[in-house]
């Protein structure tokens, strides 16, 4: 977007302007910065005191109970995802399209209102308890643990396979559907060579969003006391300055790059054919029409019935027991939505550049620049947090009084959340781009702008939809971040996810009522602004 360029003529013949490239490139710098501090941390440890720790019982118990959390939430999230995809797109199951939006609303949820709503449903002396005790069961099935935990994180990420499957089931050819009906081939049989490859790749991006939620989560394995490496991180984190929190940090990093190789290798290079599309020839499923239901209907009770009402209860209970300091405030509100709409909009303008860059320049460097800035996406909140600390911390200790002090500041939580996030900006901003007619642009040109002008005038208009689309997106996940949130956030910063998190911690589920219903109203209308902006850029 300036008049300095550099030509690249190995990779488009092309010119690349050198502002732009500069100004990308510090932005994804930026973004990887902060994990330098982790690696910048081990080196003080010693060797033999690093293998120790990271061959010790405590360790190995950890990596097997992540590794096993990841594995069973991934596969019940492709056994729920996959067929309620295949139920809502290409079958005549009763009311689809309310099913439809009931299947994809558990993803407003954040996990670790589940898990406790869960626990307070399904625990010890919980409410399905009390109801089962006039027929004699005096107890239920233990909730804590890893089943626990995979039931909690399966039904809040299943949706992403769900959503990924089903754009893909949505431009299906049938074509493909009616060949294999005139080679005599069975419907299952169908499915499982035709369909089913075709989707594969829709798929194993869905399960990939999954397995990277199960390795960061960090609320529900602590809700449900199961040890793995987030919890474990946070627990080590508060003995400040210790050498075994940065080493389970790098293994996890270890962990998530080993996640995105095998993905990598699972996902084919095939795409969906165009065509006619699989919402025209539905599947006919006769007598078992109304049956299917059950499906989509008993994972939405589970997800999000159960949920309302265990929060609904608590609301009723809120008077019980009144403790004014863990009571609720509406500066929570202010706080989370103040800081939300910050790393919203520093989001936005930082996505800007880089998304320009990656959208209009086919080069390297481009491609480079933005898979940096997904860095910060991949790798979990509780981790990113920590680096966070030793990097505050470290600048704190080494500028003495000369600089403002960066730990346990407002602006370090902001950055934190966008290097957290930026991702959700630059892809959309960077598929509105994509868009964009280029010789609009060059008319614009040819009536005498700049290309900055240009850009001003022509494109951003154009692509203002998708830059609010992901901004909102920015906001909604921040609003629902946990471990960057109670790690980073100043002394006295309260806001609703802490409210929620500090209720849990004191057993007193009640004061997590009122800002659970208003973290999923905000979530909610949110996503009504997300799905506004789609419609409006059609």
């Known amino acids: 977007m300036t008049e ?13 302007p050198v502002g732009l490239s500069l100004v990308s490139g510090a932005i994804a710098a930026a973004m990887v910065f902060p994990l330098l501090w982790l690696f910048i941390r081990v080196q ?16 190995l118990d950890i990596l097997l109970n992540s590794l096993l959390l990841m594995g069973l939430v991934t596969g019940f999230s492709i056994l729920l995802g996959v067929p309620l995809a295949y139920l809502t797109v290409r079958t005549n199951l009763p009311f689809r399209r309310f099913w439809t939006v009931v299947a994809a609303l558990p993803l407003v949820i954040p996990s670790y209102v589940g898990a406790f709503a869960l626990v307070s449903a399904f625990g010890p002396s919980g409410e399905f308890e009390s109801l089962l005790a006039p027929l004699g069961v005096e107890r239920v099935p233990e909730i804590y643990g890893l089943p626990g935990a995979t039931l909690a994180i399966t039904l809040y ?12 089931l949505l431009t299906f050819d049938d074509r493909l559907v009616e060949a294999s009906q005139t080679l005599n081939q069975g419907r299952l049989r169908t499915v499982r060579r035709v369909i089913l490859p075709q989707v594969r790749p829709a798929v194993a991006a869905g399960a990939l969003l999954a397995a990277l939620y199960a390795l960061s989560d960090f609320g529900t394995p602590a809700i449900m006391r199961l040890p793995v490496f987030t ?11 210790s050498d075994y929190a940065a080493l389970l940090s790098l293994e996890l990093l270890a962990v998530v790059l080993v996640v995105l190789a095998l993905e990598w290798r699972v996902r084919s290079n095939r795409t969906v054919s165009g065509g006619t599309t699989g919402t025209e020839n539905r599947v006919d499923l006769g007598l078992w029409r109304w049956p299917a239901m059950l499906v989509p209907a008993t994972v939405a009770t589970a997800a999000l019935a159960v949920p309302s009402w265990i929060l609904l209860l608590w609301v009723r209970n809120a008077g019980e027991g009144y403790r004014p300091n863990e009571s609720f405030e509406w500066i929570q509100v202010v706080n989370s939505v103040g800081i939300a709409a ?3 909009v520093v989001a936005a303008l930082l996505a800007l ?18 898979r940096l800035t997904y860095v910060g996406f991949a790798v979990p909140g509780v981790v990113l947090g920590l680096a966070l600390v030793y990097f505050g911390t470290g600048f704190d200790g080494a500028a003495g009084d000369a600089l403002p002090a960066v730990y346990q500041t407002v602006p370090l939580l902001v950055f934190a959340y966008v290097v957290r996030f930026l991702p959700q900006a630059v892809g959309s901003a960077r598929t509105s781009l994509l868009q964009v007619d280029p010789h609009l ?33 920015v906001f909604l996940t921040t609003m629902k971040e946990l471990p960057v949130t109670i790690i980073l956030r100043p002394t006295g910063f309260e806001t609703i996810v802490t409210q929620i998190w500090d209720a ?29 902006q789609e419609r409006r850029g059609l």
């Open 4 to 16: 300095q360029e550099v030509v690249e003529p190995e990779e488009t013949g092309r010119a690349v």
């Open 44 to 59: 003080d440890v010693e060797l033999a005191r690093a293998l120790e720790l990271t061959a010790s019982p405590e360790t």
């Open 157 to 168: 990420t299943y949706p992403y396979v769900y959503l990924t499957t089903r754009a893909a």
């Open 231 to 241: 919890r474990q991180i946070y627990v080590e984190n508060q003995q400040f300055g």
């Open 342 to 344: 910050a790393a919203a």
């Open 353 to 370: 550049p880089v998304a320009y860059f990656a959208a209009n320049h086919e080069s390297r460097l481009a491609l480079v620049f933005e």
């Open 441 to 473: 642009v060059e008319a614009g040109r040819v009536l005498g702008e700049t290309s900055l002008g240009a850009f001003r005038r022509v494109t951003l208009p154009l692509v203002r939809s998708g830059i609010v689309a992901g901004a909102a997106l």
């Open 504 to 532: 849990q911690n004191s057993g007193l589920y009640q004061y997590a009522a009122v800002p659970a219903l208003l973290l999923l109203l905000i979530s909610g209308l949110s996503m009504l602004v997300i799905l506004a």
